[in-house]
T-cell receptor
Framework: GQSLEQPSEVTAVEGAIVQINCTYQ??????LSWYQQHDGGAPTFLSY????GLEETGRFSSFLSRSDSYGYLLLQELQMKDSASYFC??????????????FGKGTKLSVIP | EAGVAQSPRYKIIEKRQSVAFWCNPI?????LYWYQQILGQGPKLLIQ????????DSQLPKDRFSAERLKGVDSTLKIQPAKLEDSAVYLC??????????????FGPGTRLTVT
């Protein structure tokens, strides 16, 4: 099976930088994804890391270390609209050439003025 | 491009009743997923279709849950009979290519089910 650990809640100030960590234990690991979900909304894709290193997309960056089974999401220049839950998810082999996502429990980010 | 459509958005039923949810994925998307998201947790995959075939239903409680994707387009998920612990948001997602070729999934708004 798979297990993922991420902080349940994080609070940060508008304009600041925040890092949300994710550690995982799994077999058949292929990559780490991050999704954002506003209250009552649909999860939306933010990033995917298959290889070690940092991927940057605008204000958001994601990092992966496969040897440490660890990744993080970095949000810069925080805005009030970034208040949401952030989920890390491991992409693992599901058999018959298919893959599936297993999600963590999510980190609720609150951005305060 | 229209997103993933789901209906109904909300449903309240009594335990032991039946309920069905409908999902229409983004046009042309080959792969369709049903997830269950209990309050305060991440989505949990129930079943995954590629076109109209099931590729993974290992986490689907088959004694009460069933799903189909006729003609490889829209899909229905059914619960019969419902239990209190089935109260959750049921999310449908789709991806353009088979999961071996893509990692991005597009989620619908979900159906919030309350079982009383």
């Amino acid at each position: 099976g798979q297990s993922l650990e991420q902080p349940s809640e994080v609070t940060a100030v508008e304009g600041a930088i925040v890092q949300i960590n994710c550690t995982y234990q799994t077999s058949g690991f292929y990559g780490l994804s991050w999704y954002q979900q506003h209250d009552g909304g649909a999860p939306t894709f933010l990033s995917y890391n298959a290889l070690d290193g940092l991927e940057e997309t605008g204000r958001f960056s994601s990092f992966l270390s496969r040897s440490d089974s660890y990744g993080y999401l970095l949000l810069q220049e925080l805005q009030m609209k970034d208040s949401a839950s952030y989920f890390c998810a491991v992409r693992v082999a599901a058999g018959a050439g298919s893959y599936q996502l297993t999600f963590g429990k999510g980190t609720k980010l609150s951005v305060i003025p | 491009e229209a997103g993933v459509a789901q209906s109904p958005r909300y449903k309240i039923i009594e335990k032991r009743q039946s309920v069905a949810f409908w999902c229409n994925p983004i046009s042309g998307h080959a792969t369709l997923y049903w997830y269950q998201q209990i309050l305060g947790q991440g989505p949990k995959l129930l079943i995954q279709f590629q076109n109209n075939g099931v590729v993974d239903d290992s986490q689907l409680p088959k004694d009460r849950f069933s799903a189909e994707r006729l003609k490889g387009v829209d899909s229905t998920l059914k619960i019969q009979p419902a239990k209190l612990e089935d109260s959750a948001v049921y999310l449908c997602a789709s991806s353009l290519r088979p999961t071996g070729e893509t990692y991005e999934q597009y989620f619908g708004p979900g159906t919030r089910l309350t079982v009383t």
